[in-house]
């Protein structure tokens, strides 16, 4: 059965309402590259991140190669003090989700700045990436328009105004 870009579009929404101070998803990991990114976190954090190279220490990212589910950020080891620096940009509390399976890994952190999580969020929001996961898992069962849609929808998101 093959997804349309409407249907991952209202997907991506319902999990942006979990996130007021953005998320980043990355479907199908292979490596250190995913098939699809897609983030809303703000610019000057994604800047510092980058700039920064805080993916080689990161704590969402060192639990999704280890693990599936998912986790609040408050209960992961974070030794170089990354979520702690996230936090100086509104992002203090946060989830982390982990989906393996069809052959292939994606990952998703949320941020929010009020409060934690609720475990019964938590449970939806993994449920929303699971099916993000099985929608875009298989790209020869997605239409090339399709394909071509995501990877805009990818850069409309993560680079607003692009």
Same mark, same amino acid.
């Given at each position: 059965m093959s997804s349309t870009p409407r249907e991952i579009s209202e997907l991506l929404g319902k999990l942006g309402e979990y996130a007021p101070e953005g998320y980043a998803l990355g479907f199908h990991v292979l490596f250190t590259t995913t098939k699809?990114?897609?983030?809303?976190?703000?610019?000057?954090?994604? #800047?510092?991140?980058?700039?920064?190279?805080?993916?080689?220490? #990161?704590?969402?990212?060192?639990?999704?190669?280890?693990?599936?589910g998912a986790k609040r950020w408050s209960d992961l080891n974070d030794? #170089?003090?990354?979520?702690?620096?996230?936090?100086e940009y509104d992002m203090n509390f946060?989830?982390?989700?982990?989906?393996?399976?069809?052959?292939?890994?994606?990952?998703?952190?949320?941020?929010?700045? #009020?409060r934690e999580y609720t475990d019964d969020e938590i449970t939806e929001m993994l449920a929303l990436v699971e099916a993000?996961?099985?929608?875009?898992?298989?790209q020869a069962h997605l239409t090339p328009?399709?394909?071509?849609?995501?990877?805009?929808?990818?850069i409309m998101v993560t680079h607003p105004g692009s």
């Open positions: 699809f990114l897609f983030q809303t976190y703000k610019k000057e954090w994604l #800047d510092h991140y980058s700039q920064n190279g805080l993916v080689m220490s #990161d704590p969402i990212v060192a639990w999704c190669f280890e693990n599936t030794p #170089d003090g990354v979520l702690l620096k996230a936090a946060g989830v982390v989700c982990a989906i393996a399976q069809g052959g292939t890994s994606s990952m998703a952190g949320f941020a929010r700045a #009020d993000l996961h099985v929608q875009t898992a298989e328009e399709t394909v071509q849609q995501l990877k805009k929808m990818s």
